[in-house]
């Protein structure tokens, strides 16, 4: 005999949770935990979802397979921004190939390179800046890290050429992807449209940078090179519609969490001042000598790691992780039918205090949990978020680059800066100010 799941209250007639869901997730789904628990069920206008916190779920919900916990039907929403064929429009046998060559650009090879260009790109960013000034961090970062995603994906010359056009392109993908996404991702309204648009006006572009490369015969240490010399199992080359899907999905999987995780992380470091003077000096070593930033430098800067690893922690990009029941799925003395949707939320678990003592309180020095599962900012399992590696590194060589030169003070009072997550990523609330000073000499 199974136990019965709470079901949260505030369900509407027709609708149930969806509309509330809609307009706050974060807000809700702390709620659903608060009244319910480690489990609870809710409603998304017919989309019956199970939300599960605390490592114990998420080990379970991980490490379930994908024949019984299905990421790709959970996420249909990902197929008209990526493009049919692609991840979770392909066959899991395509996925899993494509899967390996975005890995295949991961290698260190290339991420020793990627560190240089996103280093590059950093100093030209506060190129113009004033020995001091004041700029808003998340519009600032969401450009910086569109720029250094593209460079380090698409190569110098698609870089430079970059237009208004292709971040505006870019921003209407991410607004396609709306809560009400998950219960319905071909709604015919005007956000879904212009998606739809943005996806073939990338195309158009990609394609025919793909097409001058292959014309001139060039050989780009980018990701876009990966693509173009990848074949599948059969032989088979990817044509332009998967290259232009798989840029986007690399550009979803390390631009979301870079942009958002920058802003996050240099937010937390003006409101910690005591530890700047540590924070400097080990930025600093790293430029010692007049060579660029390495792979191997940036992982050796336990302080800023420790900023960056918390900034992930109280404010995770991704809270809504989601996966479909295929066939009825058991955790504990619960059963869940097959159909429904289960869901986990790492805004709500990296609170927990059983698992971090003082959850609301910021400490760049706390110790990893003795729980595996506790702490899951990039999610888990075979779909771990594959960009994270490469977020990681966009995080660190754009922060070490600007604390080199710069000290970042609020312009607001601490708590004015909130959260709010209007296209299932966390982002910080509008405006975001800091206020920047150009530091004194350094022996």
């Avoid at 069920?41 to 994908?66: C, K, N």
């Avoid at 060039?218 to 332009?240: A, F």
């Amino acid at each position: 005999m199974s136990t019965p799941i709470p079901f949260v209250s505030g369900a509407q007639p027709g609708t149930g949770h969806l509309d509330e869901f809609n307009a706050t997730p974060l807000e809700f789904m702390h709620r659903a935990y608060e009244e319910c628990g480690e489990i609870c069920e809710f409603d998304l206008g017919g989309l019956r979802t199970i939300l599960l916190v605390g490592p114990e779920a998420h080990e379970a919900f991980f490490r379930t397979p994908d024949e019984q916990l299905s990421a790709a039907q959970a996420y249909q929403m990902m197929v008209p921004v990526f493009g049919e064929g692609i991840q979770y429009g392909a066959p899991p046998e395509i996925e899993r190939q494509q899967l390996k060559m975005q890995i295949k650009g991961l290698k260190h090879d290339r991420m020793v390179n990627y560190a240089e260009v996103i280093e590059q790109e950093s100093e030209a960013f506060i190129d113009n800046w004033s020995e001091s000034g004041e700029f808003d961090i998340y519009e600032a970062f969401t450009s910086l890290t569109l720029k250094t995603s593209t460079h380090c994906l698409l190569g110098s010359e698609f870089r430079y050429q970059l237009t208004d056009e292709f971040a505006e392109l870019y921003h209407d993908l991410e607004d396609g992807l709306a809560p009400s996404s998950i219960s319905d991702p071909y709604q015919d309204a005007e956000r879904f449209r212009r998606r739809d648009r943005a996806r073939e006006r990338l195309e158009e572009l990609i394609t025919e940078r793909v097409h001058q490369r292959r014309k001139s015969g060039d050989w780009q240490h980018d990701m876009l090179q990966v693509y173009m010399d990848s074949t599948y199992k059969d032989g088979r080359h990817l044509t332009d519609h998967e290259i232009t899907g798989m840029v986007i999905w690399f550009m979803f999987a390390g631009h979301h969490t870079s942009s958002n995780t920058t802003a996050w992380t240099l937010l937390e470091i003006a409101r910690n001042p005591r530890y700047k003077e540590r924070l400097f000096a080990e930025v600093d070593a790293l430029f010692d000598g007049s060579e660029p930033l390495t792979l191997r430098g940036l992982r050796e800067i336990p302080l800023l790691d420790g900023f960056i690893r918390e900034a992930l922690r109280l404010h995770p990009p991704l809270n809504a992780i989601t996966r479909r029941v295929m066939s009825d799925w058991h955790y504990k003395d619960y059963v869940v039918e097959a159909g429904k949707n289960v869901m986990v939320c790492p805004h709500i678990s990296h609170k927990l205090p059983e698992h971090f003592e003082n959850p609301e309180q910021f400490d760049p020095e706390r110790p990893a949990p003795d729980n595996l599962f506790a702490e899951i900012p990039f999610g888990g399992g075979h779909h771990k978020c594959i960009g994270n590696a490469f977020a990681i590194l966009q995080v660190k060589a754009i922060l070490s680059t600007l604390l080199h030169h710069y000290d970042f003070e609020l312009t607001q009072p601490p708590e004015s800066y909130g959260e709010i997550m209007p296209a299932l990523i966390l982002r910080p609330t509008d405006p975001c100010v800091l206020r920047y000073r150009r530091r004194g000499k350094r022996d």
